[in-house]
């Protein structure tokens, strides 16, 4: 018979993190709980859902989840009526996560280090930043654009960017609400980075940046949310408010 059960040791923060939250889901933890004890036939999308009072679509979704992370998989079995089903079981019987903080802190900085660089290069080659940003990228494509920039850079040409990590990047991206998070840390950096000039107004985060008129509004937004903004007088003959860092997080912008 097949041995298709492993021990596998998680030490990877872009490995740990997603399975830590998969398995603090409730729903998750007790399908994974439900298709152990039906080993090692394994069970239905069906019976999970009938043994955790949930609805199928979302028993399947998290079941998707749980193959992605290659926790939980299928084999197609033939049930009473002699018809082909999924039969889904645990791939995983026994997990350990190796937690580093020292690891996680140091690949946390790395990644945004890349991904305020993915940026440049960004505006550089694509002249724009849009809301289809991820939508017209992909981890593969990430990590071309990424190396290709190290390569033409001297002061970055011994370095190189993994698959694991253009995944990651990705997957931060994905939600606009991180590549908004992400998109304002490279502004505030910019303009940090620029004698100090910490102002801006509406019309420049379009045009010095080069967003679309969408991510522009968002940021606008988002800066105008933040405590550590406030408005201040236009510019004489402009009519245009404009956006200022109040002075105590001068040294402290990132949020």
């Not at 280090?113 to 930043?129: G, M, S, V, W």
């Not at 849009?130 to 990228?137: D, M, S, Y």
């Amino acid at each position: 018979m097949e041995q298709i059960f492993v021990d596998p040791t998680f030490t990877n923060p872009g490995e740990v993190i997603p399975v830590i939250k998969a398995l603090a889901d409730p729903t998750r933890l007790g399908m994974l709980l439900q298709m152990n004890s039906y080993a090692p036939k394994g069970c239905t999308a069906s019976q999970l859902a009938d043994k955790l009072g949930k609805k199928i679509p979302t028993i399947l979704h998290h079941l998707e989840k749980l193959q992605e992370l290659g926790l939980a998989d299928y084999k197609m079995e033939k049930n009473e009526a002699g018809r082909e089903i999924k039969h889904w079981k645990v791939t995983k019987t026994r997990i350990q996560l190796e937690i580093n903080l020292d690891l996680f802190t140091d690949a946390n900085t790395e990644l945004d280090e890349l991904i305020l660089l993915l940026f440049d290069e960004e505006r550089r080659t694509n002249k724009a930043i849009t809301v289809k940003f991820t939508e017209e990228n992909s981890p593969e494509i990430i990590e071309k654009k990424l190396n290709n920039l190290f390569k033409s850079v001297d002061k970055y040409s011994s370095r190189n960017i993994t698959q694991l990590q253009a995944q990651e990047i990705y997957s931060r991206l994905l939600r606009k609400s991180d590549l908004i998070k992400y998109l304002r840390k490279w502004i505030l950096m910019a303009f940090k980075a620029s004698a100090g000039n910490l102002q801006l107004s509406f019309f420049e985060l379009g045009t010095e940046f080069n967003l679309d008129d969408e991510l522009r509004k968002d940021l606008y937004e988002s800066f105008m949310r933040s405590q550590k903004f406030q408005l201040s007088d236009p510019v004489e003959g402009q009519g245009v408010p404009r956006i200022m860092l109040k002075r105590e997080y001068v040294d402290d912008f990132d949020d």
